[in-house]
């Protein structure tokens, strides 16, 4: 079922209290809006609630029911119809999204475009002066009673990293507490997001009166854009999952610049040598502890065909295989490869390794960038061991294969 008239914006962030000023910001700018939430914090006790609001207030609330013990499933299940009631009545604009505390906004972007709606912003909210905080807190979710469901081990920190950067739009709050340093590190985290401020709504002309929720028999129209504050601009300005998804892939992820203001920095490593298995397992814990967030690809001697995955948050690292190098497949595989893959790809090709290579980005107040250097160029191959070729590489230890669960 199509979206019709209906546009679909997700809000999302573990900063909770900006989260709810963005949406009653929206809520405010686009007359006729309505927001959507659903409270995962009784799902232990076996219910999600759901609850529709407009600028009013509450409109409707009830409860989903738990699917498979995970409340992001029941998430999943109730939201598309919801969202389609509201298509199908063609008196709302705007459906705002308004996520729970841990939910990431990628997997309910892709459930929405997958149901056939519009889906035209994906926000996340943020307090500045909460982001180191966050960034360094290594507590898992349920700790802190925010887990989405009993299986949930991720982390406050690896979840806020993920909303933070998946977001083409970051609706930032006022702070008296924030700082240069907290501002910096913000626009060095995810540099190409454009960033709102909460703020009161600067609108380019006034504010147009709220049009009643009356029924139509034909969507209502939106406001012209000169009525529209930066926020509600953002909500609106359309949204490309599948792009969106590319951007987060590990093999042809957009990762930060080399970047140094007001005491944060972003060191940006690529190297063609792999890394000796064994020598950069033990140096792990002292790299995760580097910096605040680091993430990017990397190769290991031992699995020379295997692009691996680096993403690191609150002193915590996770290891993933993202599958093979573009260069260990046969030229006939290359057709079944999306376009941006090979594009990546072919801006890292190197004439004797193709597409491998280290590519690591490391991002934090005080970085020790020389000592972070030194470290990473020590778990590289020698020059010994790198002219031993492939088949001596295959044969070092595999100091990886627990953490890749081999």
Not at 30 to 41: E, I, M, R, T, Y
Not at 174 to 190: K, V
Not at 352 to 357: F, I, N, R, T, Y
Request: with cysteine; hydrophobic share 45%; aromatic share 4%.
């Amino acid at each position: 079922m199509g979206g019709g008239g209906l546009s679909v914006a997700i809000v999302g962030g573990l900063h909770a209290d900006a989260r709810r000023a963005a949406v009653e910001r929206l809520l405010a700018d686009v007359p006729g809006s309505v927001a959507l939430h659903h409270d995962l914090a009784t799902a232990a006790a076996g219910t999600v609630v759901r609850t529709i609001r407009d600028a009013t207030g509450v409109l409707s609330a009830g409860e989903a029911p738990l699917v498979n013990d995970c409340a992001c499933c029941a998430l999943r299940e109730d939201l598309v119809p919801e969202l389609e009631r509201l298509a199908d009545a063609g008196r709302t604009p705007l459906a705002i999204v308004e996520l729970w505390d841990s939910v990431e906004p990628k997997a309910m972007a892709e459930v929405v475009a997958a149901g056939g709606l519009t889906l035209t912003g994906v926000i996340t909210a943020v307090d500045p002066a909460l982001l180191l905080p966050y960034l360094g807190n290594g507590d898992d979710l349920a700790e802190g009673g925010l887990a989405a469901a009993a299986s949930d081990q991720r982390t406050v920190a690896d979840t806020f990293a993920r909303q933070l950067e998946y977001a083409p739009v970051l609706a930032v709050a006022p702070s008296e507490e924030a700082d240069d340093e907290d501002r910096a590190l913000l626009a060095q985290l995810h540099p190409t997001a454009r960033q709102v401020p909460i703020g009161d709504g600067d609108f380019a002309s006034p504010t147009p009166t709220p049009m009643p929720l009356l029924p139509m028999p034909m969507p209502m129209p939106m406001p012209m854009s000169a009525h529209r504050s930066p926020l509600a601009e953002a909500a609106l300005a359309g949204f490309d999952v599948e792009a969106a998804a590319a951007a987060q892939h590990p093999a042809c992820a957009r990762l930060p610049a080399e970047a140094d203001e007001c005491g944060v920095a972003t060191l940006v490593w690529h190297r063609r040598r792999p890394f000796h298995p064994e020598r950069l397992y033990e140096a792990l814990e002292d790299l995760c502890c580097a910096a605040a967030r680091s993430r990017g690809r990397f190769w290991l001697a031992d699995r020379p065909d295997t692009l691996l995955h680096w993403d690191a948050a609150g002193g915590a690292l996770c290891v993933e295989s993202a599958g093979p190098w573009l260069a260990s497949l046969p030229d006939a595989a290359w057709d079944m490869v999306p376009p941006v893959r090979r594009a990546a790809a072919a801006l890292d090709w190197h004439p004797e390794h193709g597409d491998c290579c280290q590519h690591l980005v490391f991002t934090s107040p005080g970085l020790d960038r020389d000592g972070l250097e030194l470290l990473l160029e020590s778990c590289l191959l020698t020059d010994a061991e790198y002219a031993a070729g492939r088949a001596a590489w295959k044969q070092l230890p595999p100091a990886f294969d627990t953490l890749l669960e081999v």
